[in-house]
């Protein structure tokens, strides 16, 4: 049942941001000059802006990357001392993912936010974020397929509460 598979997906990823120690996150956030945040995808995007409208109410500044021209300019100023999180569905597009090896080879930190199936972006990340989905409709053509996308908002969400316990610890 395509339902009950999509509750699943959600209680999975549920179970998995409530289970996760966030050490890592909150040291590459803390550490941080600056934070950079793309999205592969018109949601993934959308999810970024997201994440940059949540951390204005902790004073952290994140720049949303609007477009591949966007992040190719961010990689020439992108350095030691700043965070990038990259939002991705698969992890493994190839255009992005070399230029993360960029930032990296710059120095700059990388947080990923990807399925939760082995990919390229994770291997190259400091820290992952993963999330559980599965393709709900097949595409007529290459890249079409229409997969789910509130996890992408949950993470952001779960991320900033998160950070603020971190900030005000009880």
Known sequence: NLIERC?????L???????????????LIDQS????????GEVQRHAAKELKRLFLNVYRQVYTIEGENEFSAAIKCAGEGDLFIVFSLSGNNVL??????RLRERGTKILSVTSYEDNAVKKISE?????????????RT???D???SAQFFLISEIVYLKYLEHLNPR
């Open 13 to 27: 990823t549920m179970d998995y941001l409530n289970g996760r120690d966030y050490t890592d996150v909150f040291a």
């Open 96 to 101: 992005t993912n070399e230029k993360v090896r």
């Open 146 to 148: 229409c997969h789910l």
């Open 142 to 144: 290459p890249g079409t």
């Open 33 to 40: 000059k600056r934070i950079f945040a793309f999205g592969t």
């Open 127 to 139: 820290a992952n974020i993963c999330y559980y989905n599965h393709c709900v409709l097949r595409g």
């Open 7 to 11: 509750f699943q997906d959600y209680e």
